[in-house]
């Protein structure tokens, strides 16, 4: 064997490791996602109540929701001339204007006499020229309106307020709630299978409605639901075009629909092998250009280059995320011990066990959430 094929043999290697790598990866990051969700939905407790917040602030004993996040933009470089935005600040070669607008062709059209003329300033610029008083004020004015700049980054900012009110939720205190397939203690209720919640309270919020029937007098108007029959609240999450959230944590649907703005920072790889949360509630919609107004970031978006025709009439949806439908008729299920269960889904064999317990006492209800772990703890289903 030739050096030549001993070296196109060895990046064939390579290049396979590399991909084999990058499955390894890309499964280690599902099953972070998804035991991120499963926590969540097991130590998070129960909503207790939501309220509008109006100001700054929640009122007392309320905090806000963040039900999403703007994730920013990178720095990018814009053109007006040639109307294009790309990635990365503007290098020298393209500070002013490209090569081929540098005509002198038709100066007596509007954008003619456009590129002609600031094709003499960037010539004289550029060979060294001193411009005088007026020149420079000319040469400036055309620099700004035409010639390519760059255009900062921004940085993350959340989303608390929805339709011109801020999302307050109040949460049981830890000594206000228990779950147990036991009776409750006299002085606690029964409200969702399971939950015992303190008598003097009411039973957790599992619906959430909210409506603007008046919009001349911009009055919304919110509606809970407390059915003790149904699993409660707990959390809410923003989605793009009325598309239902992702069923695990740190996923954004993918929309393909419409382009998307070409600096902003944003996860658009999808739901990934688990697919969407089927149990979500859709709460509202609205536009998205108001949303990010009513949060603050009017001014921001205003000036980047471009960013308010992305927007257009788009709308995204708030959705209520129920939590996870879980066997609480064994108490076994309403005890999991996630540290455990972290050990069984990273392949270690003495907490292998745990995890067949888990699916002997069927602790998920749901049979996709069932297959999904198994899958990705590299059980195979009985």
């Known amino acids: 064997m030739g050096k030549s094929e001993a070296l196109i043999g060895c990046c064939c290697c390579c290049v396979v490791i590399l991909i084999l790598l990058i499955i390894w990866l890309a499964k280690e990051i599902e099953k972070a996602e998804l035991l991120n969700m499963i926590e969540e939905n097991l130590t998070s407790p129960p909503i207790s ?5 109006y100001g700054v602030s929640c009122p007392a004993g309320f905090q806000d929701m963040d039900f999403g996040t ?23 070669q393209n500070t002013f204007f490209p090569e081929q607008f540098q005509l002198k062709s038709n100066p007596n059209s509007a954008n003619g006499d456009i590129r002609y003329k600031t094709a003499l300033h960037y010539e004289k610029n550029k060979a060294g020229g001193i411009f005088t008083p007026a020149e420079a004020a000319e040469h400036q004015m055309f620099y700004d309106a035409y010639g390519c700049h760059t255009v900062q980054s921004t940085s993350v900012h959340q989303l608390q307020v929805w339709k011109g009110r801020r999302l307050c939720v109040s949460h049981y205190a830890a000594d206000e709630y228990y779950w147990t397939t036991y009776p409750c203690k006299t002085d606690f209720k029964r409200c969702q299978s399971g939950l015992c919640v303190k008598s003097t309270l009411q039973c957790p919020v599992t619906k959430i409605e909210i409506n603007d029937y008046n919009n001349s007098a911009n009055e919304v108007y919110l509606y809970l639901e407390r059915d003790t029959s149904k699993r409660g609240l707990f959390k809410f999450q923003l989605t793009a075009q009325g598309e239902a959230p992702c069923l695990a944590n740190n996923r ?27 149990s979500s509630i859709l709460v509202d919609s609205e536009l998205e250009a108001d949303l990010y107004i009513e949060n603050g970031l009017g001014y921001t978006v205003s000036t980047l280059p471009q960013y308010t025709n992305y927007l257009g009439n788009r709308t995204v949806s708030l959705y209520a995320r129920q939590r996870l439908d879980i066997n609480t008729e064994n108490e076994n299920c309403l005890a999991i011990d996630l540290h455990k269960l972290h050990k069984a889904m990273n392949g270690e064999k003495q907490e292998q066990e745990y995890l067949n317990k888990i699916f002997e006492w069927n602790c998920f209800l749901d049979p996709a959430i069932n297959q999904i772990i198994k899958d ?5 289903m009985a």
Do not use: H, M, V
């Open 49 to 53: 109540d939501i309220q509008f917040g």
């Open 70 to 92: 703007w994730p920013g933009t990178s720095s990018g470089c814009f053109c007006p001339i040639t109307n294009t935005l790309t990635i990365g600040a503007c290098s020298s």
């Open 252 to 278: 954004e649907s993918k929309t393909t629909e419409y382009p998307y703005y070409p600096l902003l920072r944003r996860n658009s790889s999808g739901c990934g092998s688990y697919g969407i949360d089927n």
């Open 376 to 380: 990705l703890s590299g059980l195979t």
